[in-house]
């Protein structure tokens, strides 16, 4: 291999490196700085959930998460301190005229030993 093409491949290399940092960074690991969520719903009525919270760094974020069964795990995201919860009765949120619900009122640990937080719906307004 000449020494141009052993350049050209050590730059190659450090930008996957780079990339491959970059895709990461936005993940919390496990327990240190969020946790996963994972909602049981003892109503069996809610079809989705507007979820409007704290991401792992203390942003402000908000998304919709359909919940079909009794429990629903949403990985991938991860929430912590304050979280308000709007429940639907169809799976989008309102989006295709579903029923309101009510709403409640959850606290998410920033950090712990588990990956997952459980959060129950006891009843509906």
């Known amino acids: 291999m000449n020494m141009g093409k052993k350049i050209l491949m050590a730059a190659a290399t450090g930008t996957l490196a780079v990339a491959g940092m970059a895709a990461t960074s936005g993940t919390a690991f496990a327990g240190s700085n969020g946790q996963q969520i994972v909602?049981?719903?003892d109503t069996h009525k809610v079809g989705s959930i507007k979820?409007?919270?704290?991401n792992h760094k203390g942003e402000p974020t908000t998304t919709c998460l359909a919940t079909p069964g009794y429990e629903t795990r949403m990985s991938g995201w991860w929430w912590r301190d304050y979280m308000?919860?709007?429940k639907w009765t169809d799976s989008t949120c309102g989006g295709n005229g579903g029923a309101y619900l009510g709403s409640q009122d959850e606290w998410v640990p920033p950090s712990r030993a588990d990956d997952w937080w459980g959060i129950?719906?006891?009843k509906n307004n």
């Open 84 to 86: 308000h919860f709007s």
């Open 120 to 122: 129950g719906i006891f």
């Open 51 to 54: 979820i409007q919270g704290s």
């Open 39 to 41: 909602i049981y719903d």
